[in-house]
């Protein structure tokens, strides 16, 4: 089984999936190659336009001043970081992830300026009550300095409605 482009009678190249198998004859010797060809030139044009979006989203994700995230409310942990943490924080997104944010959050307050308490966190991370989150941190950095991050984020769920955590961005 492989894939290989075949040129047609009028000049189009397309892509194929060969297909086959050899049948034997009682004795082993072989007696025949039966199998298909299958055009999937439309799945190799899907493939490409993927593979195309995802180079974009990603130059993007990673290019940008601010980070990207993603937490998972079931571990408490990054599951993604952009590589742009590391301008902002000093650490690497692979320390953010290991260390986890708690590590470096040494202030954290409401965009009203209320301190952001374990029970306030809870009550965001409850399936019911999640909506938006809008807090500012002050956070130390690898070097020793202080800065102050906004973060804004969005519930992250399945397709099902299950919650699975939330998506941010963290601002300088």
């Given at each position: 089984?492989?894939?290989?482009?075949?040129?047609?009678?009028?000049?189009?190249?397309?892509?194929?999936?060969?297909?086959?198998?050899?049948?034997?004859?009682?004795?082993?010797?072989?007696?025949?190659?039966?199998?298909?060809?299958?055009?999937?030139?439309?799945?190799?044009?899907?493939?490409?336009?993927?593979?195309?979006?995802?180079?974009?989203?990603?130059?993007?994700v990673e290019h940008t001043g601010d980070t990207i995230y993603r937490l998972r409310f079931d571990t408490m942990r990054y599951d993604y970081m952009s590589p742009s943490i590391e301008t902002l924080t000093g650490y690497t997104a692979d320390e953010i992830v290991q260390l986890s944010w708690d590590v470096i959050s040494e202030?954290?307050?409401?965009?009203?300026?209320?301190?952001?308490?374990?029970?306030?966190?809870?009550?965001?991370?409850?399936?019911?009550?999640?909506?938006?989150?809008?807090?500012?941190?002050?956070?130390?950095?690898?070097?020793?300095?202080?800065?102050?991050?906004?973060?804004?984020?969005?519930?992250?769920?399945?397709?099902?409605?299950?919650?699975?955590?939330?998506?941010?961005?963290?601002?300088?």
């Amino acid at each position: 089984r492989f894939e290989l482009q075949l040129r047609r009678r009028d000049g189009t190249v397309i892509w194929v999936e060969d297909t086959g198998r050899l049948v034997r004859n009682p004795d082993g010797t072989s007696r025949f190659c039966e199998g298909s060809l299958q055009d999937i030139t439309e799945r190799k044009r899907a493939e490409a336009a993927l593979r195309e979006s995802e180079e974009r989203l990603r130059f993007v994700v990673e290019h940008t001043g601010d980070t990207i995230y993603r937490l998972r409310f079931d571990t408490m942990r990054y599951d993604y970081m952009s590589p742009s943490i590391e301008t902002l924080t000093g650490y690497t997104a692979d320390e953010i992830v290991q260390l986890s944010w708690d590590v470096i959050s040494e202030e954290r307050t409401t965009i009203q300026g209320l301190k952001v308490t374990e029970e306030y966190l809870e009550r965001y991370r409850s399936p019911d009550t999640i909506g938006s989150f809008h807090a500012d941190y002050l956070i130390q950095t690898k070097s020793g300095e202080h800065r102050w991050l906004e973060d804004r984020s969005e519930p992250w769920r399945e397709r099902d409605g299950t919650l699975l955590g939330s998506v941010g961005i963290l601002s300088d």
